[in-house]
């Protein structure tokens, strides 16, 4: 510990008084380095003597009952009368731990609530054009609100684009999500993917198509794990090229390659047989 206690009444305590500033000014550093030290008062002999401790000082300490020395070793009579123990500042260590890991846990609970809090709450944006406002619920479903405002998605290339996104309109934001939040933890100065009706119609024509959400969601991991092993396709874990009929397939029934062991050349005499 790096404090402790002194009291104020100290200056005028007969065995202070009686000992004398030297005998006085090793003692309080003993305290110090057992404070410090947490050992309860007990401090080795050779510690006590690089205060400047001499036989004369210790005789004094020990005569006043400040001070009892067994061998080799100090202890300051009286020590947890005045300061807390080792156990105390034991205890007090584990219960601070304690505290920092629930905090940890209510904190990432409390995160992971207001993120889930956030995707539930309404998604649209109010334009000059009227359309129908695309309003995403608890339970994930898509509800057409009769408010005339325009989704954020810019336009979209045609109307199949467009039927797709809004039939599909809340799962596929939250794997854009996840597929934006994997990009980043991959490349962390990789850019955020902004949601528009081009960005969403890969997700969404795969949706529309008969795939689940958990089937996306399984595209993406393995496209995070091809990734790490090859940091060059990188570049095609977007929006669009594991959306392609093609790619969503064999990305999901990806398994990973085992890496190839490079053959030996045949040597000049290999083909002789050895004789031992």
């Known amino acids: ?3 402790g ?4 009444k100290l200056y005028r305590d007969t065995k202070i008084i009686a ?4 005998a006085t000014g090793i003692f309080v550093m003993a305290i110090s380095w057992s404070i410090e030290h947490e050992t309860d008062g007990v401090i080795p002999l050779r510690v006590l003597n690089t205060f400047g401790a001499t ?3 210790r005789n004094i300490l020990v005569a006043e009952s400040l001070l009892r020395i067994d061998g080799k070793v ?10 807390k123990s080792k156990s105390h500042f034991d205890r007090l260590r584990a219960d601070r731990s304690d505290s920092g890991q629930k905090g940890g846990i209510a904190s990432a609970q409390a995160k992971a609530q207001a993120r889930s809090q956030a995707n539930s709450k309404q998604i649209y944006s109010k334009s000059k054009s009227k359309e129908t406002e695309y309003v995403q619920d608890e339970s994930g479903g898509v509800l057409a609100n009769k408010v005339e405002t325009q989704p954020p998605f810019g336009k979209a290339k045609n109307k199949e684009a467009e039927r797709q996104v809004r039939a599909h309109l809340a799962v596929a934001m939250r794997i854009h999500s996840s597929l934006s939040a994997e990009r980043k933890r991959l490349k962390p100065n990789a850019r955020d993917l902004v949601p528009t009706y081009d960005s969403l119609h890969g997700i969404a024509g795969r949706l529309d198509s008969g795939r689940t959400e958990e089937e996306c969601m399984a595209v993406i991991a393995n496209c995070v794990v091809d990734c790490k092993k090859n940091p060059k396709s990188i570049q095609y874990f977007d929006t669009v090229s594991p959306w392609r009929p093609d790619n969503f397939e064999r990305m999901l029934h990806f398994v990973p390659s085992e890496p190839m062991i490079a053959k030996k050349k045949p040597g000049p005499y290999d083909h002789f047989e050895i004789i031992s």
């Open 5 to 8: 206690y002194l009291s104020g």
């Open 19 to 22: 000992a004398g500033p030297a």
């Open 55 to 57: 036989l004369r000082s």
């Open 1 to 3: 510990m790096d404090w």
């Open 74 to 83: 100090c202890t300051i009579l009286n020590y947890l009368k005045y300061q």
